[in-house]
């Protein structure tokens, strides 16, 4: 009866200690209730093995076999792969928000200027040799060539703010690769040791979703406890207790990321990461080169275009327009260097090349069928005669294309062929120059005798700002055939704005699957005030069960020994 009783004291104590632990780990439970990435933890109960009395194998006692922590894997695989994409739509938002910013079709944009543009010309058409109206094309000239640049400087700028993104980085990365190495070391003693290593567990996980959400790493837990970390590619991160570090190496301007991997570092592209790094990547190498490069493209082409629209006219002094811009010498950083040419207001070539004789138009520019006989020139009273005729085979000129030809031959004219129309067109080398020409004697052709209209207009003429002004509406070949500068313009903008809309939807679906699967896991694997308020009852209640069955046995031992006595 003695062994009976004692086997009875010994379940109660062990009953009762059993609860009181209960008790703490609901309390454990409940104080971290808002503790980021905790486990619910729960006691599993195992009897004391049963010793045999007579006939009979009674149970000695109850004792807390081990600290369960709730855990669903394929939960925890959900979220990390989420926080991977939830990091790299998240990195691009910033960058993306300032590029739409830079590249915006709103006031005093690009697309602005360039209407300043093409206006500042149209109020020169005008009065084309006014002083304030060539002023205000000088200015809105500089104007249009520091937006070019000051677009260009804040896309760089945006590098800039990206690469010191990614050096800021890298010391917290390392940090938590570190971290992780050394609680698989820890994990891996204190579980071989056969105890629970629950809440380090915990904080691995929450380092691991960090890890991912950063660079995108990819992690499974090996026999022994540990977890192996590696990039997308398959690099190793963390391998046991062992963790290889992110460097940031300078290449230019650039930040690239390396692995560092015992004496040797591996170049990491942008397909190697994902997460943060990924998407900064995204944005620092393919969408803003991108970017500038078109932006390049634009600024070369109307630099080259406005030049020789520019260069085909006269300006108030008599000579040829020169370049307005400085002529970029190819496309490559086209933009970040866009300054004018010319400084002088003298210097803006609004009218067309002096002293222009123009004839009447003929459909077949190199049929021979004017007749034979001279052409004279009158040079501010100098005459020269040319003569045209059929009478050599092979060297005919008594066509338009040979009429040219032969005027081409006195000093002190320049005679062309209008490709459009077929007209002649005789231009004196100086403005200043009288130039008439007589073609009656000519006799015999079918075509009519060339007839001059002169076309001698002042240099401060509205003519080329005319055929300037064209380009405004012109889609232009080396915008590839399709765009006008504005349009253009346009598409990078937009370009960029449905790159920015696209980023800000998948940020909000991703963040939303996010927050659902941690509310799911939340509600699977977190701590819920209500349950752990009904175990604190139960175990409350079996702490006060078991107090009063040690009583009761108290009680029968003291019997016993009053019987003895």
Request: hydrophobic share 35%; proline share 2%; charged share 20%.
């Given at each position: 009866?003695?062994?009976?009783?004692?086997?009875?004291?010994?379940?109660?104590?062990?009953?009762?200690?059993?609860?009181?632990?209960?008790?703490?780990?609901?309390?454990?439970?409940?104080?971290?209730?808002?503790?980021?990435?905790?486990?619910?933890?729960?006691?599993?109960?195992?009897?004391?093995?049963?010793?045999?009395?007579?006939?009979?194998?009674?149970?000695?006692?109850?004792?807390?076999?081990?600290?369960?922590?709730?855990?669903?894997?394929?939960?925890?695989?959900?979220?990390?792969?989420?926080?991977?994409?939830?990091?790299?739509?998240?990195?691009?938002?910033?960058?993306?928000?300032?590029?739409?910013?830079?590249?915006?079709?709103?006031?005093?944009?690009?697309?602005?200027?360039?209407?300043?543009?093409?206006?500042?010309?149209?109020?020169?058409?005008?009065?084309?040799?006014?002083?304030?109206?060539?002023?205000?094309?000088?200015?809105?000239?500089?104007?249009?060539?520091?937006?070019?640049?000051?677009?260009?400087?804040?896309?760089?700028?945006?590098?800039?703010?990206?690469?010191?993104?990614?050096?800021?980085?890298?010391?917290?990365?390392?940090?938590?690769?570190?971290?992780?190495?050394?609680?698989?070391?820890?994990?891996?003693?204190?579980?071989?040791?056969?105890?629970?290593?629950?809440?380090?567990?915990?904080?691995?996980?929450?380092?691991?979703?960090?890890?991912c959400e950063t660079i995108g790493a990819r992690s499974f837990e090996t026999s022994s406890g540990t977890m192996s970390v590696q990039l997308p590619n398959g690099m190793p991160l963390v391998e046991g207790n062992m963790a290889n570090h992110i460097v940031g190496v300078?290449?230019?301007?650039?930040?690239?990321?390396?692995?560092?991997?015992?004496?040797?570092?591996?170049?990491?592209?942008?397909?190697?990461?994902?997460?943060?790094?990924?998407?900064?990547?995204?944005?620092?190498?393919?969408?803003?080169?991108?970017?500038?490069?078109?932006?390049?493209?634009?600024?070369?082409?109307?630099?080259?275009?406005?030049?020789?629209?520019?260069?085909?006219?006269?300006?108030?002094?008599?000579?040829?327009?020169?370049?307005?811009?400085?002529?970029?010498?190819?496309?490559?950083?086209?933009?970040?260097?866009?300054?004018?040419?010319?400084?002088?207001?003298?210097?803006?070539?609004?009218?067309?090349?002096?002293?222009?004789?123009?004839?009447?138009?003929?459909?077949?520019?190199?049929?021979?069928?004017?007749?034979?006989?001279?052409?004279?020139?009158?040079?501010?009273?100098?005459?020269?005669?040319?003569?045209?005729?059929?009478?050599?085979?092979?060297?005919?000129?008594?066509?338009?294309?040979?009429?040219?030809?032969?005027?081409?031959?006195?000093?002190?004219?320049?005679?062309?062929?209008?490709?459009?129309?077929?007209?002649?067109?005789?231009?004196?080398?100086?403005?200043?120059?009288?130039?008439?020409?007589?073609?009656?004697?000519?006799?015999?052709?079918?075509?009519?005798?060339?007839s001059f209209t002169s076309v001698d207009l002042t240099p401060g003429d509205n003519t080329n700002v005319l055929s300037l002004l064209q380009l405004e509406q012109d889609t232009l070949s080396g915008l590839g055939g399709n765009d006008t500068f504005v349009s253009f313009?346009?598409?990078?903008?937009?370009?960029?704005?449905?790159?920015?809309?696209?980023?800000?939807?998948?940020?909000?679906?991703?963040?939303?699957?996010?927050?659902?699967?941690?509310?799911?896991?939340?509600?699977?694997?977190?701590?819920?005030?209500?349950?752990?308020?009904?175990?604190?009852?139960?175990?409350?209640?079996?702490?006060?069960?078991?107090?009063?069955?040690?009583?009761?046995?108290?009680?029968?031992?003291?019997?016993?020994?009053?019987?003895?006595?």
């Open positions: 009866m003695g062994g009976g009783l004692n086997a009875a004291l010994n379940a109660g104590r062990t009953s009762l200690q059993t609860n009181q632990k209960a008790i703490e780990i609901t309390g454990l439970n409940v104080a971290n209730v808002n503790t980021e990435g905790y486990s619910r933890q729960s006691p599993n109960l195992t009897p004391y093995p049963s010793l045999n009395f007579g006939d009979f194998f009674i149970g000695t006692g109850v004792q807390v076999g081990s600290v369960g922590r709730s855990h669903d894997v394929f939960l925890a695989g959900q979220i990390t792969d989420k926080s991977a994409e939830v990091g790299l739509e998240n990195s691009m938002s910033s960058p993306l928000s300032e590029l739409e910013r830079v590249l915006g079709i709103g006031d005093g944009s690009l697309s602005d200027q360039f209407d300043d543009f093409f206006d500042s010309w149209r109020q020169l058409s005008t009065n084309p040799s006014g002083e304030v109206e060539r002023q205000a094309v000088l200015q809105q000239g500089e104007s249009i060539g520091n937006s070019f640049t000051s677009v260009y400087n804040e896309t760089q700028q945006v590098v800039k703010n990206i690469n010191t993104t990614l050096v800021s980085k890298i010391d917290g990365l390392n940090l938590a690769l570190d971290e992780v190495a050394d609680l698989n070391s820890r994990i891996s003693a204190i579980e071989m040791s056969g105890q629970d290593a629950n809440s380090d567990r915990d904080r691995r996980d929450l380092l691991l979703n960090s890890i300078y290449s230019g301007t650039d930040v690239n990321i390396e692995l560092e991997v015992g004496t040797t570092n591996i170049d990491l592209g942008r397909n190697a990461m994902g997460g943060e790094f990924r998407g900064l990547y995204e944005v620092r190498d393919v969408i803003i080169p991108d970017v500038v490069n078109r932006l390049d493209q634009l600024a070369y082409t109307f630099a080259t275009e406005v030049n020789a629209a520019h260069n085909a006219g006269t300006d108030l002094n008599g000579n040829a327009g020169e370049d307005f811009f400085y002529q970029p010498v190819d496309q490559l950083d086209a933009s970040a260097s866009l300054t004018m040419n010319i400084t002088s207001t003298s210097q803006i070539a609004a009218g067309s090349s002096p002293g222009s004789l123009v004839s009447q138009g003929y459909d077949d520019a190199a049929a021979l069928e004017f007749g034979t006989g001279n052409i004279v020139v009158d040079i501010n009273g100098v005459l020269t005669t040319v003569v045209i005729d059929d009478s050599v085979l092979g060297a005919e000129n008594n066509s338009v294309t040979g009429v040219a030809a032969a005027l081409n031959g006195i000093a002190g004219i320049t005679a062309t062929v209008n490709p459009n129309d077929n007209t002649l067109v005789v231009t004196p080398a100086n403005h200043d120059d009288v130039v008439t020409i007589d073609s009656s004697s000519l006799v015999g052709g079918t075509y009519s005798l060339p313009y346009g598409k990078i903008a937009a370009t960029i704005g449905i790159e920015t809309a696209r980023n800000l939807q998948a940020q909000e679906g991703y963040t939303d699957s996010l927050d659902q699967l941690q509310n799911l896991r939340d509600g699977i694997d977190g701590v819920s005030l209500e349950e752990e308020m009904i175990n604190l009852m139960q175990y409350q209640k079996g702490f006060e069960a078991s107090a009063k069955f040690l009583a009761t046995v108290d009680e029968m031992m003291a019997t016993l020994l009053t019987i003895k006595r």
